[in-house]
């Protein structure tokens, strides 16, 4: 690449001051980073494992103040521009009340176990939580509304107080609950201004098709909100299940369409592992075994994967849907969360202080443990994620349209930006020209987008464009994923786009391994192999214009050590064989998504 | 670890426990550096060889040098910890998970009766606060810059860095900018940016600091980012300043409780400090009196 069209724009900063503004371009999206999934000692789970933060807590560490968490100072190196905390809306903050020795659930077995704040009075308390939640049973003593309504008021204030509109957004938001039989159906639910009188709950009603009816009263009172569910991957294969509804019912084009209207977004990656794809899914996906968690919630059983449960399938079996129903529910874009039980978005792999409470502080047990409550060892436990936004500007409003429009991405904890733009006549000159971005937002579609309708006999052509994480790893390799669907039969495709350095794919196509700089011993890596930057334009090979396809994008970083491995060396402990030593840090895009001619998008 | 202390390994899984109560405390291997055992379990002894070790810790986790300050800080907290190190295990804390639990918890307890969350003060002695602690409350620093970027894609690191050198000196105030560097991803001029926004966005490098220290409307560098090498010309800078108490109201108050939580555990820890003799051979006696 030859441009040099930051040095124009350069110049221009110059001749602004004589010429004013009316030269300016229209603002230009850029990325943000923020989580969009985070538990405080609100949620009552977090309480009993000992978190103690608040939102407040949450929302100063987030713009990169220091906080206590466990008795330790955490901080993050790199501030976050926006952040939602999600506790859970079943007696959100209601809990906490127990450590108030006159409050309102003084003389319950809450309140004595509670009372004096001890790790074992909380282990009892969370054990007969974990029982009723495993049940969807109610607890008598929190339904109490007058007290989950001051709760909810309070967590609410803290959003607002913290919304710094052009500097920090915060989000009025909450976690719906759901997961009948330890089956993950959870979703979060987050208000682009206003927030609701009460949040809805799980101990209303575990089945989503009630949380779309809350959505729905919610925007006929003005409020407006999305869902975005997360951890197919622990859903026993509800999640993205084609067959029926929750209730049993088969399904409808209503149902689709009441799903694809409330839920336009879905997380990729969180502590709880990816829900990507599982590699026995995509067996010729090289990159697909990372930071994979095969658990149900809060048991130590295996969750069932084969169908419903990881999004690439969810893909295809959107499409198939499609051909039948004419709607297409699985048109979701990509974001990721933390989901930490600790009130503090640390994802940064080298700054990772643990995630939920008592059960995984930093400790030499906390490394060598091989189970845990819900079965996975703590070290499986991943330091993810984030959601980058394309936006015009760091306020609720664009933030959470571009939730909306699905111009996002999820990283796995580090700042990668990524950008994927899709169209039929990009010219092959377009990424050398400065204004390329531009051109591409007019000329093609942005991620989350459909593709415009073709010319007769052109297969799409795909731009693609990721810059490092300036705290990370450098990056290996540039992919666009492409699901096709075709007569209810899917299949998926891996093609590199981009790499770093010189290597050259071999006669199978397999581009060689970028290679690896970590030691071990010393928990460190070097930046000199991969690339700061990486771009490429990809013209679809394999375009089959009868067949609906879904293209996104994933960027991959060499090897760095994961978090277990730096915990480990700093605290002198030998590896968890539970967990990888290392990881390759990624980003993945919403998808762009193509429909033939004839097919209702 | 150095193989000769074979009582290593079964202290540092009690090094955890001992995490809970200290409060504050920032050295986590510090317990790992535990020397054999002082003539008397109420003497804590410092030598120069235990000073170095630490100092190699400190270096290892920071990749900085302690200074003689930070030197002392971490001798100041080696004791802290062996103290309460010593207390724990006069608990018997090694002995049983139950019992580890059971005893942390009361540990726990014993330090929160002291570190209770303190009653909302009234203005008047948030005001006193806000002027004897000013350094807490200051609007960030800002800087406005232009840079010019070198990548290390098209050379190694060391070459982009060499290129910037190069350039910096042939550029003039007429030097066609349009045709030095590598196109840079982001923007080529930032405005009015703290030192958290520059680590945001090119990552904890010298570029962070470095705007905040050049001569303004100067060519300079070369600058290190998480993306490359950089020239950079300051257009404009602010200095921290101390923001007026009624717009710090919050800071100030968060402040004052988070000291008030610390003098709490300070008390504490002199009244445990009370009950131990410490030698420290790694300085004169005459500098080691309190």
Known sequence: MNSRWSKPALCSVALLVFVGPALAQAPERIAFFGDIHLHTSYSTDAFLLMTRTTPDDSYRFAQGQEVEYLGHRVKRKAPLDFLAVTDHAEYLGVVRMALKPDGPLKGTRWGDWLAGDTVEGSAAAYKELLKASGESAKIDEFENPALQKSAWDEYVAYADKYYAPGRFTTFVAFEWTSAPGNQNLHRNVIFRGKGPDVPFSSKESNDPEQLWAYMERQRKAGLTLLAIPHNGNASNGLMFSTEKTLSGAPITRDYLERRRANEPLTEVAQVKGQSETHPLLSPNDEFASFELYEYLIGVPRKANFATGSYIRQAYGAGQALQEKFGINPFKLGLVGGTDFHSGVSATEESAYPGSHGNQDPKTLATITATTSIGGEPPVGASAAALTGVWAEANTREAIFDALQRKETFGTSGGRIQVRFFGGWNFGSDTLSRPDWVRRAYTEGVPMGDDLKAGPAGLAPTFIVQALKDPDSGNLDRVQIIKVETRGGVSKEQVFDVAWSGDRKPDLTGKLPSVGNTVDLAKASYENSIGAVELMGTWQDPTFDPSASATYYARAIEIPTPRWSTRWAVELGSPLNPEAPPMLQERAWTSPIWYTPPGIAR | ?290
């Not at chain 2, 109560?21 to 020397?35: E, T």
């Open chain 2, 1 to 290: 670890m150095p193989a000769d202390q074979p009582g290593t390994l079964a202290r540092l899984c009690r090094e955890p426990l001992l995490h809970f109560i200290l409060i504050g405390a920032f050295l986590a291997g510090a317990v790992q550096l535990l020397q054999k055992p002082a003539k008397s379990d109420q003497e804590i002894l410092v030598t120069p060889a235990l000073v170095e070790r630490l100092a190699n810790l400190y270096r290892l986790q920071t990749g900085s040098q302690p200074d003689s300050r930070r030197r002392e800080w971490l001798v100041q907290n080696y004791i802290r910890e062996e103290m309460l190190f010593r207390e724990a295990k006069s608990l018997r804390l090694d002995e049983g998970d139950e019992l580890v639990r059971r005893r942390l918890v009361q540990k726990l307890e014993f330090l929160k009766a002291d570190a209770a969350i303190p009653a909302e003060p009234d203005e008047a002695t948030l005001r006193a606060y806000h002027t004897a602690r000013p350094e807490l409350f200051l609007a960030p620093a800002k800087v406005s810059f232009s840079h010019v970027f070198f990548s290390p894609d098209k050379r190694t690191a060391e070459g982009a860095r060499k290129a910037a050198a190069q350039e910096l000196e042939n550029l003039t105030e007429s030097s066609d900018l349009a045709s030095i560097g590598d196109r840079f991803p982001l923007k080529s001029a930032y405005d009015a940016m703290t030192p958290a926004a520059l680590v945001q966005v090119f990552g904890p490098k010298s570029i962070a600091e470095a705007p905040f220290n050049a001569e303004v409307s100067r060519w300079t560098g070369p600058v290190e980012s998480g993306f490359g090498w950089h020239l950079i010309r300051v257009t404009a800078r602010a200095p921290s300043r101390l923001l007026p108490f009624e717009d710090a109201l919050d800071m100030v108050r968060n402040a004052w409780t988070s000291n008030q939580l610390d003098l709490a555990v300070q008390k504490r820890l002199e009244e445990l400090s009370r009950r131990y003799t410490i030698v420290r051979k790694d300085i004169s006696e005459e500098k080691a009196k309190p």
